[in-house]
């Protein structure tokens, strides 16, 4: 005998073409997961059994067949007519009297089980009811979303109306045209429906959203990614509200580590509750002001229900003989304070992945003379309208900064990287090609022309330019659109001569540029992540007292839900280190974190930086790297960066994280150090924790025998050892010049790599000399150095190039 209603503990993935396959993930879990400690509200399914007598009682069979052949999909009109018109008729048709009795016995049922008290007579349980499709959730094709779900529904009458709503829901347009597009035949198509026991995630203490096994942008998989808000979880789903987002590192969490990884603060300006109205079952209201700023799901319940994704991983794999991601919707109930599973199904979404495309760009047609030039960075070409910034101040409430206008500056700070992300180009009165400017420029893929005389003076607000950094190393300045294309080429690469890493300091592109060529991360700058991430000097958070009330005011603006200043910044520096740490988590690879090393007038730049940082004359050769650290001034500062390096590798398992010491003059610097260090508890050794040092300074080359037993890893830092071994600033434009001239620097270069390996240690180059130098690259890979660490737009053209060498 056929069944028609079967409850979720009687059926499991095998019976996906009776109950579809979202039921049929329900009743797995429950089935062969919940001795592991996975919680799933019960339920049962309507089968494809029961859609089909439906169908057959009401005679709809062969008129949905005929109108199905009728539809014409290039008329949208047509099919949008049809669609409806089928719909209507499943949804005034009538149950069979013997089905809707076994439908309503069943939700008695399962009423009385969720039943808390004999005082409430006739309980009707509240609950979902879902659609669940015979092509849904299966591992080649999702089918989310395309089918109807209702949430608070009571009462047997109602649940017989939304069922019905659900087989009708078969037959939207979206979903007919969207089986058309997968090449699934409609006639082939079944549905089920779920009835299950709603969570109440919509009072206090409760909350609902997705967890993906994966990182939802990019596709890493070394990571975990939690979206939720307050409330029911349609409006996750529906992505209608700015929700929480919690990231979490699988194999530090298998390790028994609590690794999150990075927690963003959604808006949460809503959520979906249950409504008293008979029509609208469910409404939107507006969260409460401190909620807001409060995460919605504690960190027992994230790393909780990362646990149960790891499980429902490993055991898809192991049922599928292959590796397949899920996407589980949850809820953590506000009455009961647990967590339940609502739902998990294969995950589908397939990044558009190009990690061995070489793009470059040209004009189409050639361009007229250019109205200036300057120092190019990235090739690229880019039009926009001009904005000319010169502080953040004079911008504020005056000129509004649109995506794709072209950032003109003198020089940008850090508090302008913001704008350096949404605009299509930058262009800059002053600065060299180891500028912030050129720096952060590399990092964010954004073109950009420096040291362009009268930049500021020469352009105004609203004209269009066109920028090309793409003929060179000097770029130009058009006036007008200019007619480009952009050209992709495919690379396939054997190994390089040596490692290439990469300079990573933006964790919000750090899944992007794990998808490069690479062997870790060879220089994660800290001082990146304090101006994109905090935006306020550390002293200014361990003394407030000691700024304005103006300040104070953004300050407080900006660290909302902490009482506790330092464990914002400690928290901030935390999870901008571990996400980079995650992404790029291959066994055996390095993340080297260098030490914050802003100059005295970049720390000027962020917010309360001008009650700490004094005004230099030379603040690239002046008060900054180790001698800042062990002053009595920012000391403070640098233990809580040891702090958060602590955190990382002993709270969140990140063993492959190691500090960096930039700008080290002496021996002496470099001791005095490392014992703040190991007092804020990174030990050189400590569980394997290397001390690396900059050499970038005359001494750490001269002096090589001294600093060698000290440290356990080099990086060549080249814009500033050029600039030590011939004494020219690279701050200053008028000088640029002579930075051209690079034979003391590969002397150096030589003497470093050839004394630090007499000491048996690895020594690296951080810099984009060698991918537009290509000499400069072959005389470091003669010389012997272990590992290159470039920008990770410089990664693909540096390697063609070494491809190309060999022919």
Request: net charge negative; charged share 25%.
């Amino acid at each position: 005998m056929e069944k028609n209603t079967l409850w979720f503990n009687e059926i499991g993935l095998d019976d996906v073409k009776l109950v579809g396959g979202k039921n049929a993930s329900l009743g797995e879990m429950i089935r062969n997961l919940s001795e592991l400690g996975i919680r799933v509200p019960y339920g049962f399914a309507v089968t494809t059994n029961a859609y089909q007598y439906f169908l057959e009682h009401n005679n709809l069979v062969e008129s949905i067949k005929k109108d199905l052949a009728e539809i014409d999909y290039n008329d949208h009109v047509k099919l949008c007519r049809i669609a409806q018109k089928i719909r209507r008729n499943i949804q005034n048709g009538s149950f069979p009297i013997d089905l809707e009795n076994e439908i309503l016995d069943k939700y008695k049922e399962l009423s009385l089980m969720y039943k808390k008290s004999d005082d409430v007579k006739d309980f009707e349980a509240d609950v979902a009811i879902r659609s669940s499709a015979t092509s849904e959730d299966l591992a080649n094709c999702s089918f989310a979303g395309a089918h109807d779900t209702y949430l608070n529904v009571k009462c047997g009458k109602n649940v017989l109306e939304k069922i019905k709503n659900c087989f009708a829901s078969l037959y939207t347009e979206r979903a007919i045209d969207y089986r058309k597009n997968v090449k699934y035949e409609n006639e082939t198509i079944k549905i089920s429906v779920g009835v299950q026991k709603m969570l109440r995630a919509d009072i206090q203490g409760g909350c609902a959203g997705v967890a993906f096994s994966l990182e939802n942008m990019y596709g890493n998989e070394n990571v975990i990614t939690i979206n939720c808000n307050y409330g029911l979880g349609e409006s996750v789903v529906g992505g209608t509200v700015d929700v929480d987002e919690i990231i979490i590192h699988k194999e530090n969490l298998k390790k028994g580590f609590r690794s999150i990884v990075d927690k963003k603060l959604g808006s949460k300006n809503e959520q979906m509750i249950y409504s008293d109205s008979l029509e609208k079952r469910t409404q939107m209201i507006e969260v409460h002001e401190e909620d807001r700023y409060k995460f919605c799901i504690s960190d027992d319940h994230a790393l909780e229900l990362a646990k149960w994704v790891l499980i429902l991983e490993e055991y898809y794999a192991k049922r599928n003989n292959s590796h397949i991601n899920v996407d589980c919707e949850f809820g953590v109930d506000g009455q009961t304070e647990q967590l339940f599973l609502l739902q998990c199904r294969p995950e589908t979404v397939h990044t558009n992945n190009k990690n061995n495309v070489l793009v470059e760009y040209k004009f189409t047609e050639e361009p007229p003379e250019p109205v200036a030039k300057g120092i190019a960075v990235c090739e690229k070409i880019a039009t926009g309208k001009v904005k000319v910034i010169l502080t953040m101040d004079t911008r504020i409430d005056k000129i509004s900064f649109d995506e794709g206008d072209i950032l003109v500056t003198t020089f940008s700070t850090p508090d302008m990287e913001p704008l350096m992300k949404k605009s299509s180009a930058i262009i800059t009165s002053v600065g060299g090609v180891s500028s912030h400017t050129s720096i952060v420029c590399r990092e964010l893929n954004k073109p950009a022309i420096l040291s362009v005389d009268n930049a500021t003076k020469l352009f105004k607000n609203g004209e269009v330019l066109t920028v090309s950094t793409s003929q060179g190393d000097i770029g130009y300045i058009y006036r007008g659109v200019i007619p480009f294309e952009k050209q992709e080429t495919l690379l396939n690469f054997s190994e390089p001569p040596c490692k290439i890493v990469l300079n990573v300091a933006d964790p919000s592109q750090a899944y992007s540029f794990a998808r490069l060529p690479n062997s870790g991360v060879g220089l994660l700058r800290l001082e990146h992540l304090i101006s994109n991430h905090i935006g306020i000097h550390p002293m200014a958070l361990i003394q407030p007292e000691k700024v304005d009330k103006e300040t104070l005011r953004k300050i407080k603006e900006i660290t909302k839900g902490y009482d506790d200043l330092k464990k914002f910044y400690i928290d901030k520096l935390v999870f901008g280190i571990a996400k980079i740490a995650s992404a790029f988590f291959v066994e055996k690879s390095h993340i080297i974190v260098r030490g914050s090393d802003f100059k005295s007038n970049e720390f000027r730049g962020l917010i309360g930086g001008d009650f700490f940082e004094p005004h230099e004359e030379a603040p690239i050769i002046a008060w900054r790297g180790a001698c800042k650290y062990y002053s009595p001034e920012f000391r403070p500062a640098f233990e809580l960066e040891c702090q958060a390096m602590a955190k990382v590798r002993d709270e969140l398992g990140f063993k492959n994280v190691h500090f960096e010491f930039p700008f080290v003059r002496t021996t002496d610097e470099l001791i005095k150090v490392q014992e703040i260090c190991k007092e804020n508890g990174i030990e050189r050794g400590k569980d394997g924790l290397m001390h690396c040092l900059m050499c970038e300074v005359t001494s750490n080359v001269l002096l090589a025998d001294d600093f060698a037993p000290l440290v356990d890893y080099i990086s060549i830092g080249s814009n500033d050892l050029q600039m030590a071994s011939i004494m020219c600033s690279r701050d200053d434009a008028l000088v640029q010049h002579l930075n051209n001239e690079d034979k003391c620097l590969r002397k150096m270069i030589s003497m470093a790599i050839k004394s630090y390996h007499s000491h048996g240690l690895k020594i690296s180059l951080c810099g984009d000399k060698p991918s537009f130098d290509f000499e400069f690259f072959k005389f470091l890979v003669d010389e012997g150095i272990d590992a290159i660490s470039l920008s990770p737009n410089c990664v693909l053209k540096t390697l063609k190039m070494w491809e190309e060498s060999k022919k």
